[in-house]
């Protein structure tokens, strides 16, 4: 009987190293799901948005499963480098800084830092940034540039967009820096706030791979090529930003 039970165990265990040799690669990607249209959690609880769907029509490509994993933006670049993700995408900006730890793709996306004040601020222009008290997503571009053009005595971070613009709301802050389309997404769902019609800077969005994983970062160069050839990445763009 025991020898019997040791058998069957066996045969399980061979049964399930098959199953799970057979299944398919897994792409890790990360994200930090508070930046609506590119990432956000919809009412199902679930992670959609122009990354989200970039990465899973790669993915699809590549033969892969897509996993998400929602982290703070600003441990996107450490999870990339010691290989707790396979890809950050999460409306993140190739910078000269950034590619000192990591690799970029090719971009998908354009994004413009901008920003959002009360509707009656005395604010115009980025130069009356000056003296204020700004409100930024903790490690964000806008965050980097702040601190360096205005102090950062003058910069209050945030875990994310929405808590800065909650802070403005209550009058704790005087403006917050951070790309356009999420700005729109937040001056839309609150009432007196607008964008300023300055752009205070221009930016390219694109996918962060490891150093050490060429073959991923090639390999999604393929495939994202192919999808912006065939219209599916303006498709999915034209999903989350609707023409004005
Ligand atoms: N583009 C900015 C940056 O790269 C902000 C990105 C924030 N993304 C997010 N998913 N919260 O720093």
Not at 94 to 107: G, H, I, Q
Not at 108 to 113: R, T
Request: hydrophobic residues 40%.
């Amino acid at each position: 009987m025991k020898k019997l039970l040791a058998l069957l165990f066996v045969v399980l265990m061979m049964v399930a190293c098959f199953a799970g040799c057979g299944s398919k690669d897994t792409l890790v990607m990360g994200t930090n799901a508070t930046f609506p249209p590119y990432e956000y959690v919809d009412d199902n609880g679930e992670i959609v948005g122009i990354d989200a769907e970039i990465a899973a029509a790669v993915a699809e490509k590549l033969g892969m499963e897509l996993e998400i994993k929602d982290m703070e933006f600003d441990s996107l670049l450490t999870a990339v480098q010691s290989k707790t993700i396979d890809i950050a995408l999460a409306g993140m900006t190739v910078t000269d800084e950034r590619k000192l730890s990591v690799n970029f793709s090719d971009t998908y996306a354009k994004g413009v830092q901008v920003i959002i004040v009360p509707e009656n601020s005395a604010i115009k222009t980025v130069d009356d940034l000056k003296g204020k008290k700004i409100g930024v997503q903790t490690g964000t571009t806008g965050d980097i540039y702040c601190t360096d053009e205005f102090g950062q005595e003058n910069v209050n971070q945030y875990q994310n967009g929405a808590l800065a613009v909650a802070a403005l709301n209550n009058g704790q802050i005087d403006c917050v820096v951070i790309d356009n389309e999420p700005a729109k997404n937040f001056v839309k769902a609150n009432t007196g706030l607008k964008i300023l019609d300055t752009e205070y800077a221009n930016e390219d969005y694109a996918a962060a791979i490891s150093k050490e994983n060429t073959e991923l970062l090639e390999n999604f160069n393929k495939a994202l090529k192919e999808l912006k050839d065939d219209g599916t990445v303006d498709k999915i763009i034209a999903k989350y930003i609707p023409a004005e």
